[in-house]
């Protein structure tokens, strides 16, 4: 990755080794092009972008203010992740708005979308405007999940209408589920109004509410209260039933277990609209991972069994799973360096989202990539479908499916350090973005 000699005054802007470039033309040197909507899907091309747009696609004597040219480069439309935690505003010791968006631009995204549980909660048009307006000046495009309910607490509808018009992109109470069929029944029936998906994690609280890991003999030798795979699969199910009811859009996240994936290929053969999402984490861990009590793997939903792993892993290669959603929850030392009981839910996970797919599930056909990374995120949740093509506005990801790169704190962009992967050689390498006209480049 090279700018370009004698290039006119160059503007760098170096964060923790990464470098958000503005230039006026941009050249990406014999990249294959991932986009079964391009006219120009698997091919290997040049590809100009000159003041945000697509200018040219094909080999080319062209100069640019900057030049991408690293072997077997890929080339695909903006991925987006459609489930992450930046906690911000009101725990910006743990994350904020700009070192999320600089771990999300390293790992390849150029939309994310926000879950509304920081401090206030995301339930009104305020926090939603405050997401929307610091999102213009970084280098992705944040998307904020407006709460279902005021405060998150499942008691009472928020302002839904308010912050759909401000530019909240879906409705959740993100960490918490909401436990009331009748106050979801109400939620569905008004974000079909507005067109608007619901997401939810399944989980009902009642069935265990103190567990800490899957329920099963591990736990037990462990010594760890278990949450039993049936809490989340009673709760899918109820969901299904009442998104058929109301005919509204429906996307479980933190899909886990085996079953719960059944029942979700089920209701969509039925026709109903529900989509899901799984966790690069619950694609390569499993509760045998918890045997050193490693706080970085307690996560919600749990880890669960290897059958329940490979069930997920079969979904992402059938298209049962829809998109991905990394559940980024950074949390800060004293929350995780502690004991396995008192430690905080949640992983680190942009950077290493493709990584982890790729060593999971070997050999996925690079539109299966394109898709799951991309475009059906965007088809569910309404966002503009970018299109590798001239004179379309450049919103791309660049990565390498077969690189070699270790994830380490010195490339960490986030502002915690809660990862299990730090010091482990990975194989699938995400080296940028361009996005808003500008290049946003890791340094791996």
């Not at 405050?130 to 009472?156: D, N, R």
């Not at 939810?200 to 209260?225: A, K």
């Not at 299109?387 to 915690?416: P, Y």
Request: hydrophobic share 40%; net charge negative.
């Amino acid at each position: 990755m090279h700018p370009v000699a004698g290039s006119l005054s160059l503007v760098y802007i170096h964060i923790q080794n990464c470098y958000l470039r503005f230039f006026m033309d941009i050249l990406v040197r014999q990249a294959r092009i991932i986009d079964p909507a391009s006219p120009h899907h698997l091919q290997r091309a040049d590809i100009l972008i000159s003041n945000g747009r697509i200018a040219t696609i094909g080999d080319t004597n062209a100069q640019a203010d900057t030049v991408v040219d690293e072997p077997d480069t890929c080339i695909s439309p903006g991925w987006v992740d459609v489930f992450a935690h930046f906690c911000d505003p009101g725990q910006e010791f743990r994350e904020t708005l700009g070192t999320g968006a600089d771990a999300a631009a390293a790992g390849g995204f150029t939309d994310v979308f926000l879950i509304p549980n920081t401090i206030p909660v995301v339930h009104s048009k305020a926090p939603v405007e405050y997401v929307v307006q610091k999102s213009g000046s970084l280098p992705v495009t944040l998307h904020p999940i407006g709460a279902v309910t005021k405060l998150a607490e499942g008691k009472e509808l928020s302002e839904m209408y308010d912050m759909s018009a401000s530019g909240a992109a879906a409705f959740s109470d993100g960490l918490q589920s909401i436990q009331s069929p009748g106050l979801l029944l109400k939620a569905l029936q008004y974000l079909k109004a507005v067109d608007k998906t619901l997401i939810q994690l399944p989980d009902d609280r009642s069935i265990s509410p103190g567990g800490l890991m899957n329920e099963g003999v591990l736990s037990t030798r462990l010594g760890l209260p278990g949450r039993p795979a049936i809490a989340e699969e009673l709760m899918i199910a109820r969901d299904i039933e009442l998104a058929a009811y109301t005919g509204s859009k429906l996307h479980i996240t933190g899909v886990s277990t085996a079953r719960s994936l059944e029942l979700i290929r089920s209701a969509k053969k039925a026709g109903i609209a529900v989509s899901c999402s799984v966790t690069p984490a619950h694609l390569w861990f499993t509760e045998e991972d918890l045997k050193d009590y490693d706080t970085n793997l307690k996560l919600n939903p749990p880890l669960r069994s290897a059958a329940d792993r490979d069930a997920l892993r079969q979904g992402i290669l059938d298209g049962t799973v829809d998109c991905l959603a990394t559940h980024h929850q950074p949390h800060d030392t004293d929350h995780k360096v502690v004991e396995f009981e008192t430690a905080g839910m949640g992983m680190m996970a942009l950077q290493t989202a493709l990584a982890v797919v790729m060593m999971a599930v070997p050999g996925l056909p690079p539109e299966r990539i394109e898709a799951l990374f991309s475009r059906n995120a965007r088809t569910l949740f309404n966002l503009p479908q970018p299109t590798i093509a001239v004179g379309r506005e450049a919103s791309l990801t660049l990565f390498n499916q077969t690189a070699s790169w270790t994830f380490s704190k010195e490339v960490n962009r986030s502002r915690s350090a809660n990862s299990p992967f730090f010091g482990k050689e990975m194989t699938g390498k995400p080296i940028g973005i361009i996005h808003k006209g500008r290049v946003f480049l890791s340094t791996y």
